[in-house]
Nanobody, 122 residues
Framework: QVQLVESGGGLVQAGGSLRLSCAAS????????MGWFRQAPGKEREFVSG????????YYADSAKGRFTISRDNAKNTVYLQMNSLKPEDTAVYYC???????????????WGQGTQVTVSS
């Protein structure tokens, strides 16, 4: 059982930056593809970004391309999401998740964190 703990959320003004972190409890973390998803109030959960187990491949939603960067440090069992040029529409609870292989579909991820709130003020 992999436990995931997100951190780094908060309140930021539009145009600002945040770096989210997701720490995993197990060394097996390094064998999983990781994804970041978000859910805004009244909206469905949506894919934001993903990364292969090695970090060699990264994936982004159109809304994140050019502004967000995903990375991982397998030695630290941690995946990151650097978010720049934040917009009010980025306001949501952000979740990290682990899967056997990368997919855009949240239902294929086995393990989820508890989420961290990101609020972007205009």
């Amino acid at each position: 059982q992999v436990q995931l703990v997100e951190s780094g959320g908060g309140l930021v003004q539009a145009g600002g930056s945040l770096r989210l972190s997701c720490a995993a409890s197990e060394r097996t973390f390094r064998s999983y593809a990781m994804g970041w998803f978000r859910q805004a109030p009244g909206k469905e959960r949506e894919f934001v970004s993903g990364i292969s187990w090695s970090g060699a491949s990264t994936y982004y939603a159109d809304s994140a391309k050019g502004r967000f960067t995903i990375s991982r440090d397998n030695a630290k069992n941690t995946v990151y999401l650097q978010m720049n040029s934040l917009k009010p529409e980025d306001t949501a609870v952000y979740y990290c998740a682990a899967a056997d292989y990368f997919t855009y579909t949240g239902g294929s991820y086995h393990y989820w964190g508890q989420g961290t709130q990101v609020t972007v003020s205009s």
